[in-house]
């Protein structure tokens, strides 16, 4: 965080996000929808002083099907938050081990691509 941050963050925010097995019906193809975490700063932004980074500790391997963080490269330069359905065609999975760390600027349009339901027979 210090690399991202510099010497002056403290942790604010600290939750858990659980995937169940079959999506929702009201899902789309991304659940949640893409947004920059860095939203509750007005825009335009500056990336070069990020006000808000993000960690994700993954629990369980991370893949597409299996709902993965997804995220849109280089956006975070944008210095907005994307518009509805203006992320989802560039976003691109983390697919990474559990056990893995993946941290990113809040200014980076980030959502999750939806579970993709397994057969259970």
């Known amino acids: 965080m210090t690399h991202m941050l510099g010497d002056g963050h403290r942790l604010s925010v600290s939750d858990g996000w659980i ?9 789309q193809a991304s659940s949640p929808g893409f947004y920059a975490d860095q939203s509750v700063v007005p825009a335009p932004w500056n990336w070069r002083l990020p006000h808000i980074a993000n960690m994700n500790w993954t629990l369980t391997d991370y893949t597409r099907d299996d709902g993965a963080l ?3 490269p280089g956006r975070h330069r944008e210095n907005r938050p994307p518009e509805l359905g203006e992320a989802l065609p560039r976003a691109v999975p983390v697919e990474a081990p559990k056990g893995s760390l993946v941290m990113f600027l809040g200014g980076l349009w980030h959502g999750a691509y939806r579970k993709k339901p397994r057969d259970c027979g």
Do not use: G, L
């Not at 995937?19 to 899902?27: A, G, L, M, R």
């Open 19 to 27: 995937k169940w097995q079959t999506p929702d019906s009201w899902e």
């Open 70 to 72: 997804a995220y849109v």
